[in-house]
């Protein structure tokens, strides 16, 4: 007997539903065809178990099984479950008659009963899209693909649930979340807050400024001055997500199977590689293509800690995406895109002892030695970067004081303030929603200067040896500083506060 089944394979953040052709015919084998990887074709030890335990059996006949489309690679242990019940119906030992309407994955274990999957999110997508009537799969990922409304999703624990559910001896109960309450439970319990931070106004405006136009933004100072401890706290003042950046990122969290219990995200990611990350963990890739850290962080924040450790190819490759705002992957037979709109925030020491010409320094650096350690991160990356700033030590009597500093609540009003008028302005652009997005077209409408502003903002390019790219970082910031002082003009003071954040570019900044 011929029957027909539904799984699905993912490809870079989408699903491309498979159908499994399971043929049940006169004679022995087992013979699994459609270009499928090494853990599927090892499924036919777990199924015969798991079939034996639940007083099923796998029949003692020809067993061909078609995944088609046959020139698509399948990987991944999650076509168990959908292959286990083609089998049973095949050899009449469930009915078929509705095995067609649903999409089934699952990763079985000897004893019958569910593992986890990846990608649950676009799989529930792709079946509402193509009109399956509903979903079973574990119960561990049944709340994330319920985030998915018009489709009815069905966790289960065992395989045994299954077969019950087809044979009409027993109903499955139906996973429903209540998708925007959940998104808004998830936004608050920050774990960090500017309420901790004590001193260093300067830098807290400066990250102040990089929220609300999302901007990239550079921390250069001594150790222990301040600059892993206001990096962490970023995420706090970002204004929170909407409900269709929050499908996005959970859409890459699920790929890569780090969602599971908990639906919905509602937080910003926040991503802190370690310096001897590969190129390929950082942008994404290999064999089987997977995203990267820098897609992690898609709609978040990605800190890089001593980024003068990194290894330079690693810092190089992340160039071409921190400008497209996506990385493209390719591979002979085929091609991903994965989305990666970050905010990236670096922090560094101005010299490999980490302490910058501080004659009560206990080590320190000669000015050819700073040169060389500085030169570890290439011009093209800095020009990317639209704020650097100086982190200095906080003083004694600032870090005694109780006078509670300026929370995370009170600054995230203002930045989200900003955002609103920035989400305003650009409602035309498809691809456009804060100033740091904005390309040359829009810089030349939205950053129109007076006289003196572009007078002044002349004499820095000259002065400073600025390229054209750090102009325009520069209208960009100022724009922003502008959108917090709720101003449509950008005024000089607005011009000369963004070329103070470029400090890296200064001659002489090794003084």
Avoid at 165 to 185: A, M, P, Q, V
């Amino acid at each position: 007997m011929l029957v027909k089944i539904y799984g699905s394979a993912v490809f870079g953040v989408e699903a491309t539903t498979i159908t499994v052709e399971v043929n049940i015919d006169k004679g022995i084998g087992y013979h699994l065809v459609g270009l499928p990887d090494n853990a599927i074709k090892e499924s036919s030890y777990r199924i015969s178990a798991a079939l034996n335990n639940n007083n099923y059996k796998l029949p003692g006949k020809k067993i061909t099984i078609n995944m088609a489309p046959a020139d698509l690679r399948k990987e991944g242990s999650a076509y168990d479950l959908t292959l286990a019940i083609g089998i049973l119906a095949a050899s009449n030992q469930i009915k078929a008659d509705k095995i067609d309407e649903y999409l089934i994955m699952g990763e079985l274990s000897l004893d019958g009963s569910l593992q986890p999957i990846k990608g649950a999110l676009p799989i529930a997508i792709k079946a509402r899209e193509e009109g399956f009537k509903g979903f079973i799969l574990p119960k561990q990922n049944a709340k994330e693909a319920a985030i998915v409304d018009k489709l009815d999703v069905y966790g289960v624990d065992n395989i045994t649930e299954v077969t019950q559910f087809f044979d009409g001896k027993k109903s499955l109960e139906k996973t429903t979340i209540d998708t925007r309450k959940e998104f808004y439970n998830n936004l608050e319990n920050l774990e960090f807050d500017f309420t901790d931070v004590k001193g260093q106004e300067s830098v807290k405006r400066s990250m102040e400024i990089a929220a609300a136009g999302g901007h990239n933004i550079i921390l250069i100072g001594p150790p222990g001055s301040g600059k892993t401890m206001l990096s962490k706290r970023l995420p706090s003042i970002l204004p929170p997500m909407t409900l269709q950046e929050a499908l996005e990122t959970t859409k890459i969290h699920s790929v890569v199977g780090k969602i599971k219990e908990t639906g919905l995200m509602g937080q910003r990611p926040f991503r802190s590689p370690h310096h001897t990350i590969s190129d390929v963990a950082l942008v994404g890739g290999g064999q089987y293509p997977q995203p990267g850290e820098i897609s992690l962080a898609h709609n978040g924040v990605l800190f890089l800690d001593e980024l003068p450790e990194f290894k330079r190819t690693v810092l190089e490759v992340m160039r071409q995406p921190l400008e497209d705002r996506e990385v493209t992957i390719s591979r002979a037979k085929f091609t991903v895109t994965y989305p990666s709109s970050f905010m990236l925030v670096a922090s560094m020491n101005p010299s490999p002892s980490g302490y910058f010409n501080d004659p009560d320094a206990p080590v320190t650096s000669s000015p050819a030695e700073m040169q060389r350690y500085l030169s570890k991160i290439s011009g093209p990356l800095l020009d990317r970067i639209d704020i650097h700033i100086e982190v200095n030590p906080v003083p004694f009597d600032k870090l005694s004081e109780d006078r509670p500093s300026e929370s995370s609540s009170v600054i995230r009003k203002r930045v989200t303030k900003a955002r609103e008028t920035q989400s305003e302005r650009f409602s035309n652009y498809k691809n456009i929603h804060y100033n740091a997005q904005m390309n040359v077209k829009q810089i030349k409408k939205y950053c129109k200067l007076s006289v003196e502003s572009n007078l002044l903002l002349k004499n820095a390019m000259e002065r400073l040896n600025l390229s054209a790219r750090a102009y325009d970082r520069i209208l960009k910031v100022s724009r922003t500083i502008a959108d917090l002082e709720g101003v449509s003009e950008i005024s000089t003071s607005h011009i000369s506060e963004a070329i103070q954040y470029r400090s890296l570019d200064r001659e002489g900044w090794l003084g």
